[in-house]
């Protein structure tokens, strides 16, 4: 059966290769399929990793971008270093950035102030927002554990015996630790921008979801109109968050903005405090995201050639054990005259089948697994009811992958390169055979 | 002469208090008066002086910084060194906020919330009301004379004027902000001048100058104080004393908390 050159020739060998790697595999099926069931768990738990890999790496992007951040930010660069009261973008910027692009644009303000409900008080961080815009850039409006999101009117407007009320949004855990909620009056006492003690009342209409750690217990949200009654401002913002259309290139579009934001400075006047305005994308502005998030296709792989190495051992062992315990067998055929390469190549094919059957059970095995915790996934809400706080993403409690064929494919790969560099050593061993002596015994 | 020398540095600290108004309302001493003495006799002379004065005043306040400018009209009472009323009249939009000193303490009364607030001691260096004075500076007055010792460091000429120049430097066990406060004095007239103080480091923070002197009830005072902060020489505050009278009748409970919180 010495392999002639003549191509029929060629490939009867081959059939015949073929047909005995794959008939040799069930000689010993008990092995062959605990082999195979090591494939499948490497598979399945490859491919369920990275579906929840992926789950965590969305989960943290959505949380950073689609819940506060926006995909683009401007600000005053003053406002970046010290978070510098008077560090604003006027109105009007807001205005030709509206008009001269397809992109949502929600203007925020910031300010810090001393909230008493009762007889507690708390440092809080009161961010004024445009409701209608907000809701336009951001989730942000609709991520209430309880009440509305109701920021526009005031509650009750001023008359000459009463100062305006108007409503407030808060952080759960500020709720919790002013004990107040929906309903409750809060008072605010800061110094506003004119150097005055500014001062009001204000209602709760609602209660946000887990946000960010920081904002959650001393974030305070309210209308920008409110705010500039508190703080004694006129009419500029202290950061402009940017949603882009889906899929839009976030680079393209920070470049956008930047050039429009350089023109608009060359024929206005920016107020004289606060530098220049910065335009930055969000995974300049939470790097520890964006880092993450490069990372993780990094640790994917070097998580996957663990564990394939360990299944790789297995099938290592297989197949030693295969090729040791036909010595004699393999000594006969070389005797009858297979040659060499003919036998390497039949020990390398039923490796190969070995991992086809392994790869093929284990990826639908994978997908199954990765689409259950994509549909389900894993429930940690009666542990963690409030999600988990992981490098400062508020993860939700119930933890759900995301599979892509990404990930089932690499898996695969993966999976038959380390199978087949494994059955390389009983190969190795065989072609190292000498017929005389493994007949001698 | 010791009388001066006791309550120039007052002044400067007390820019907003009214306390401040009883340190600018000492009776203009007679030449004779004007003797030099020892350190001891003339606080203790001041001490006397001080306790049991009263004073109402009407005051404006403007404040220049980088970033705003703003005028408060404000009426204010007080009631030897421990005690002070201040209530703002204008603007409209602040009108009727109070602030009470009892000692070293500090309460604002805040209408449109209904809200008393004690400052917090994290509090007390910073701004009072926006302007260029500190919470500190309100309270820091009182404990003055137990806080610092003063000397006269130059008694002759200056740049054609008769003054006298104290140094209050303080006791080595004194919570106090400054280093070092040196205090000019009109010698003919008895008036402050001027007051300068010092970090810990001897860095000139602060300056605060009085001009215009007026006779308020007979009595000779400087009607405008002018504060300028050293690291922002274009920012400034002033206060302009319109009316000031000595020895009022105050209402028993005027400084009381109780009343302070009714907002009357």
């Known amino acids: 059966m010495r392999i002639g050159f003549h191509p029929v020739a060629v490939l009867a060998t081959l059939r015949v290769l073929v047909f005995m790697a794959w008939r040799n595999l069930w000689r010993n099926w008990m092995r062959s399929v605990l082999t195979i069931a090591a494939m499948v768990a490497a598979m399945s738990l490859m491919i369920g990793l990275g579906a929840l890999m992926e789950g965590l790496l969305r989960q943290m992007e959505t949380y950073a971008t689609d819940l506060s951040l926006g995909q683009v930010q401007l600000h005053r660069q003053e406002f970046i270093d010290d978070r510098e009261l008077y560090a604003q973008l006027p109105a009007d910027l807001l205005q030709a950035l509206e008009a001269d692009t397809p992109y949502r644009y929600a203007p925020r303000l910031y300010a810090s102030a001393l909230a008493s409900a009762g007889d507690l008080s708390e440092g809080v961080l009161l961010k004024g927002v445009d409701v209608v815009r907000e809701g336009q850039v951001t989730r942000l409006p609709g991520h209430l554990r309880r009440g509305s999101f109701a920021l526009g009117e005031p509650v009750r407007r001023a008359s000459a015996e009463h100062p305006a009320i108007h409503p407030v949004v808060l952080g759960y855990r500020l709720a919790e630790r002013l004990k107040v909620d929906v309903g409750g009056e809060i008072v605010l006492i800061t110094q506003a921008a004119d150097g005055s003690i500014g001062n009001g009342l204000f209602q709760v209409v609602g209660v946000l979801s887990p946000v960010e750690l920081g904002f959650d217990r001393s974030g305070m949200l309210l209308s920008i109109q409110a705010f500039n009654t508190l703080m004694v401002m006129h009419g500029g913002y202290h950061e402009i968050a940017v949603r882009l259309p889906p899929d839009a290139p976030v680079e393209a579009a920070q470049q956008r903005i930047q050039d429009l934001a350089a023109a608009w400075t060359v024929n206005h006047e920016l107020p004289a405090t606060g530098g220049a305005v910065v335009v930055r994308r969000w995974q300049q502005i939470n790097p520890t995201v964006a880092d993450m998030l490069s990372f993780s296709d990094i640790y994917t792989t070097v998580i996957s050639v663990i564990i394939f190495s360990i299944a790789a051992l297995g099938m290592l062992n297989t197949m030693l054990m295969a090729v040791f315990e036909r010595s004699r067998e393999f000594g006969i055929l070389m005797a009858m005259g297979v040659g060499r390469f003919s036998l390497t190549l039949m020990v390398l094919l039923e490796s190969f089948f070995l991992s086809l059957v392994g790869g093929l059970v284990g990826g639908i095995a994978g997908a199954l697994l990765g689409w259950w915790l994509e549909v389900d996934g894993i429930d940690f809400s009666s542990y963690m009811p409030d999600g988990i706080d992981w490098a400062g993403v508020i993860l939700e409690p119930v933890y759900r992958g995301h599979l892509l064929w990404k990930h089932v494919w690499t898996a695969e790969i993966i999976m038959i390169a380390i199978i087949m560099a494994a059955s390389l050593i009983p190969t190795w061993r065989t072609v190292r055979l000498k017929p005389a002596q493994v007949l001698h015994g | 002469?010791?009388?001066?020398?006791?309550?120039?540095?007052?002044?400067?600290?007390?820019?907003?208090?009214?306390?401040?108004?009883?340190?600018?309302?000492?009776?203009?001493?007679?030449?004779?008066?004007?003797?030099?003495?020892?350190?001891?006799?003339?606080?203790?002379?001041?001490?006397?002086?001080?306790?049991?004065?009263?004073?109402?005043?009407?005051?404006?306040?403007?404040?220049?910084?980088?970033?705003?400018?703003?005028?408060?009209l404000m009426e204010s009472w007080s009631g030897g060194t421990e005690k002070a009323l201040v209530r703002i009249q204008e603007p409209a939009k602040d009108r009727g906020i109070t602030t009470l000193k009892v000692e070293r303490n500090i309460y604002n009364y805040l209408p449109k919330i209904n809200r008393v607030t004690k400052i917090p001691p994290s509090m007390m260096m910073t701004s009072w009301m926006g302007s260029h004075f500190t919470n500190d500076d309100l309270v820091s007055e009182s404990s003055y004379e137990e806080d610092y010792d003063s000397s006269i460091s130059f008694e002759g000429t200056r740049e054609g004027d008769e003054i006298y120049e104290i140094t209050s430097i303080p006791k080595p066990d004194a919570a106090v902000v400054w280093g070092k406060i040196v205090t000019i004095i009109d010698k003919p007239r008895l008036l402050p001048v001027s007051a300068i103080f010092y970090d810990e480091d001897g860095e000139l923070v602060r300056t605060v100058t009085y001009s215009e002197p007026k006779r308020f009830e007979q009595r000779l005072v400087p009607s405008r104080m002018l504060l300028r902060p050293q690291d922002k020489p274009d920012e400034y505050t002033e206060v302009v004393y319109e009316k000031l009278s000595f020895d009022v009748k105050l209402p028993a409970d005027i400084f009381s908390l109780q009343r302070l919180k009714s907002g009357r």
């Open chain 2, 1 to 72: 002469m010791p009388i001066q020398i006791r309550r120039c540095p007052p002044l400067a600290v007390l820019a907003v208090s009214v306390a401040l108004l009883l340190a600018l309302a000492l009776p203009a001493p007679s030449p004779a008066s004007a003797q030099p003495r020892d350190a001891q006799a003339l606080m203790k002379l001041m001490d006397e002086l001080w306790r049991g004065d009263s004073s109402h005043a009407i005051m404006r306040m403007i404040i220049k910084t980088r970033h705003y400018e703003r005028q408060m």
